[in-house]
């Protein structure tokens, strides 16, 4: 594979002013939440450095992550990104296919072993030895194991790459497993919302080739500067939740006036995300700016914390039958209640019966 | 005053006896020193703490109605929050005072926590409260702190249970705080551990019923022991001394 040349050499022949080239960078400076001198040392590093080497795998997902990584908004940046990374392998993006695209898989793995930033949209499924996701002819499993080994690092797109998601619901027939507990030697980057927001996405990848280090991640391995903060924190209908005035139905007065969304299930109180600071479409909104609660998609477990639209989560019983904590909590303190009053009634009837024995009865609680 | 009073009024700490037997009396006194001051008091404060937290932490999670005006006027919700909070941290911090409590105050102070799960005549004990407690016993063994049944009830569903909604509430909180806050330095490893925010608020809520059904079954036992059994219980946590009813001097 040809030396790829620097990414600002690259901006040129897309006929990228000089002018537009600072810009991008000052704005990707602001977006990583650095302070604006580090702006020259983005240009500095973009106008020396090599491209680095990207591998873009799919294992089990929708490609809703690479959907929303085509549309980052920020000034230049879908055609940008493109041509900074040297992209060498995607299904969705490349040119190749079949034998011609896995021979440049190949290729990457062999001459830029230990260089290449290896980024896994979707996950592995693990039973009936991986058989439930074939690329290329192989379970989508060895595939991984391969790149992963000869990867400077792995970058866990969307939350299939990194909690599972949807396949990894309950009951997980698939036995689909996020990269972190396949790969284990490798510094891993989640990246996780379904599909984690554009910007968010080109933001870690130009952090990683522009200050070629992983960004400073959080306790569960998500990049602090998107994933610090909860929607909750940030969320412009805070002040209705402090105030306590809530939409109590879909479209009531309260809906309309923009109440806050916590009695019709908002996950915003236990979602880390950027969506109500970096917002989707190149800001235009975000889920519960459109009236609609957050369903906490870049949380682990969040297909199994449903319904959606409603305040508590659904607890399955012994039983089968489904329910939530309050109303189990009811049904057990009727229950509990229930008998108590029985076993009153039973010991009044002993007593009454039985008077010599009363003050014998009785054993310290 | 007989002697047993005046010897398990000594202090034996954890070390001490280190298995929490309870102790079942042969031939008691007529009033024995069982709760000290410090149970007592903490006992009265967790009880308040804990009314306070079910409260406001079941309109945590199911909001009164909406309040009418600008939200500008109104702080209500964020109000229930705070008093939840802050009961919550008196409520923490009483815990580790009887934590630390159990370990240098007499034999009753830490049988709550330490069933002697280990023990067969223990739970032949247990067994013997059970059959006692659904009228096929027709005389009970004395004790001068838990009876064994008791004693697996307290640990099972509410120190467990309470030690649970404790650390899941403090990690809550410590969300509140930030993931830069040493709150959350202390206290965010229950997320890693319990995998998302969201299910710890299920468990901590779960918590709370818990320890709901164990208080109503708490308050019954305790008021029914005080009319039909052989000693004082309701005002044991009063005084602190446990009177044998069928004793004489
Ligand atoms: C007897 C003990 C306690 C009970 C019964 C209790 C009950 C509850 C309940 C029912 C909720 C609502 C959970 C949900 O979202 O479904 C809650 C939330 C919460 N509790 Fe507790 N709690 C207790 C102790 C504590 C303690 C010790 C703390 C620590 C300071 C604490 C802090 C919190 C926090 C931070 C929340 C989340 C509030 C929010 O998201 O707005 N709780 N509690
Ligand atoms: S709408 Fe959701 S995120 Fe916003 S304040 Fe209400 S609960 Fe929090």
Not at chain 2, 10 to 15: E, I, R
Not at chain 2, 198 to 209: D, K, R, Y
Request: glycine residues 8%.
């Amino acid at each position: 594979m040809t030396s790829p040349a620097t990414f600002y050499d690259v901006f040129r022949q897309q006929g990228i002013s000089r002018r537009s080239f600072n810009k991008f960078c000052s704005l990707t400076a602001a977006s990583l939440g650095l302070s604006p001198a580090f702006a020259s040392e983005i240009a500095h590093a973009m106008e020396t450095k090599r491209r680095t080497p990207v591998i873009w795998l799919n294992g089990l997902e929708c490609t809703c992550c690479s959907e929303s990584f085509i549309r980052s908004g920020h000034p230049l940046v879908s055609d940008v990104v493109l041509s900074m990374l040297s992209l060498d392998y995607s299904h969705v993006l490349m040119a190749a296919a079949g034998h011609q695209a896995e021979a440049a898989l190949e290729e990457t793995r062999r001459e830029h072993a230990g260089e290449y930033i290896l980024a896994v949209e979707g996950n592995p499924p693990l039973n009936e030895d991986g058989m439930f996701c074939i690329v290329g002819g192989r379970p989508f499993i060895e595939q991984l194991q391969e790149m992963a080994a000869g990867a400077k690092a792995v970058v866990a797109w969307g939350s299939c790459a990194s909690n599972g998601c949807v396949q990894a619901a309950k009951p997980n027939p698939t036995q689909a497993t996020p990269i972190h507990k396949v790969i284990k030697d490798k510094p891993i980057i989640k990246v996780p919302g379904c599909p984690p927001i554009a910007e968010v996405m080109t933001g870690v990848l130009t952090y990683m080739l522009t200050f070629d280090r992983i960004p400073p991640l959080d306790r569960l391995g998500r990049p602090k500067m998107f994933y610090g903060q909860r929607i909750h924190d940030k969320c412009y209908r805070r002040p209705h939740f402090d105030a306590g005035q809530f939409a109590e139905a879909w479209d009531d007065e309260n809906s309309r006036k923009g109440y806050c969304l916590y009695k019709m299930g908002c996950r915003g109180p236990t979602t880390y995300n950027a969506c109500s600071t970096v917002r989707w479409n190149d800001g235009v909104s975000f889920p519960i700016q459109s009236g609609h609660g957050c369903i906490g998609c870049s949380e682990e477990n969040f297909w199994d914390n449903g319904p959606f639209y409603e305040r508590l989560a659904s607890v399955h019983t012994p039983l089968g039958v489904e329910s939530n904590a309050d109303k189990i909590g009811v049904a057990t303190v009727g229950v509990i209640g229930a008998g108590i009053v029985a076993h009153a009634a039973a010991s009044a009837l002993q007593r009454a019966r039985n008077p010599d024995n009363a003050a014998k009865t009785g054993a310290g609680e | 005053m007989a002697s047993t009073s005046e010897s398990s009024k000594k202090s034996q700490g954890l070390l001490h006896s280190l298995v929490s037997h309870a102790t079942e009396v042969e031939s008691p006194a007529t009033k024995v020193y069982v709760y000290e001051t410090p149970v007592r008091l903490w006992h009265w404060v967790n009880a308040l703490c804990i009314v306070l937290l079910c409260v406001t932490g079941y309109l945590i999670a199911a909001p009164p109605p909406s309040v009418p005006g600008e939200a500008s006027f109104s702080f209500l919700f964020g109000n229930i929050r705070l008093i939840h909070f802050a009961a919550g941290e008196v409520l923490a911090l009483a815990l580790l005072y009887r934590v630390i409590w159990a370990f240098i105050g007499n034999s009753h102070a830490h049988q709550i926590f330490l069933p002697p799960v280990w023990s067969i005549k223990w739970w032949g004990e247990v067994w013997h409260e059970v059959r006692w407690y659904l009228f096929l016993v027709k005389v009970p063994k004395k004790y001068v702190g838990h009876n064994p049944l008791a004693q697996l009830a307290m640990f099972g569903i509410f120190v467990l249970p309470l030690f649970v909604s404790v650390f899941t509430g403090l990690a809550l909180n410590a969300e509140g705080e930030g993931i830069e806050s040493l709150w959350y330095q202390a206290f965010g490893w229950v997320f890693a551990l319990l995998g998302d925010s969201f299910t710890v608020h299920t468990i901590h809520h779960i918590s709370m019923w818990v320890i709901i059904v164990f208080s109503m079954i708490h308050i019954y036992v305790a008021v029914r022991e005080d009319i039909m059994s052989r000693q004082s219980l309701v005002s044991t946590m009063i005084s602190g001394w446990r009177y044998f009813k069928d004793d004489k001097e």
